[in-house]
């Protein structure tokens, strides 16, 4: 089992619609958890943290936690096409410093 | 303020040859990680320095190794180069030793080797 999991998708959403992706982890101790958005060609850019279990919204983007079920979201309302882009999850393990990325699912937003 | 600073942006390389690259983490930074990214493999972590120490390290070979400067400025290099070190490393910091902050990255580095 990996460590943390996203489906690679790619999730296809018409614009306007709301889409939604998904993370697993395995640690559940995992303490922190974050979303980067990363364009083609492009390096990883921070959207969102979380650290409390339940919602956190920033403009468009609301983070979910779940850690009973071991599972982060991420839900972007009103999705335009210039959110077209690999959505990546990471997770801070417990006693490391390390940061666990998902491999990233890809997102489609069709005009 | 500015961001994390990777040099170069670009590199080609042959087979066995050695490189180096660099990064400045965002001013007031001190701890700097580095990660190797493929389409096949996703964002792989490599090592992590804090106060000039190397603190956590990836499964990668010893032909991967870093190292940290007074002034939190990082290195990585890579020796005895193979067709399978093609990739983007990015390097990413953080303020401190808190292991709860979010981690910035770079542009990256894009080597290629032949």
């Known amino acids: 089992q990996k460590e943390v999991e996203q489906n690679s998708g790619p999730l296809s959403v018409p614009e306007g619609a709301i889409a939604s992706l998904n993370c697993t982890y395995s640690?559940?101790?995992?303490?922190?958890f974050f979303w980067y958005r990363q364009y083609s060609g492009k390096s990883p850019e921070l959207i969102m943290s979380?650290?409390?279990?339940g919602d956190k919204e920033d403009g468009r983007f609301t983070a979910q936690l779940n850690k009973a079920s071991q599972y982060v979201s991420l839900l972007i309302r009103d999705s335009q096409p210039s959110d077209s882009a690999t959505y990546l999850c990471?997770?801070?393990?417990?006693?490391?410093?390390?940061?666990?990325f998902g491999t990233g699912t890809r997102l489609k937003v069709l005009a | 303020k500015a961001g994390v600073t990777q040099t170069p942006r670009y590199l080609i390389k042959t087979r066995g040859q050695q490189v180096t690259l660099s990064c400045s983490p965002i001013?007031?930074?001190?701890?700097v990680s580095w990660y190797q990214q493929t389409p096949g493999q996703g964002l792989q972590f490599l090592f992590e320095?804090?106060?000039?120490?190397?603190?956590n390290k990836g499964n990668f070979p010893g032909r991967f190794s870093g190292r940290q400067f007074s002034n939190s400025r990082s290195e990585m290099n890579v020796s005895t180069l193979e067709l399978g070190d093609s990739a983007l490393y990015l390097c990413?910091?953080?303020?401190?030793?808190?292991?709860?902050?979010?981690?910035?990255f770079g542009d990256g580095t894009r080597l290629s080797i032949l």
């Open positions: 979380i650290y409390s279990n």
């Open positions: 001013s007031g930074h001190r701890s």
């Open positions: 990413a910091s953080r303020p401190d030793g808190n292991s709860n902050q979010p981690q910035h």
């Open positions: 640690d559940r101790g995992s303490q922190s």
């Open positions: 320095y804090f106060s000039e120490t190397q603190r």
């Open positions: 990471a997770v801070k393990g417990t006693g490391t410093y390390k940061y666990i």
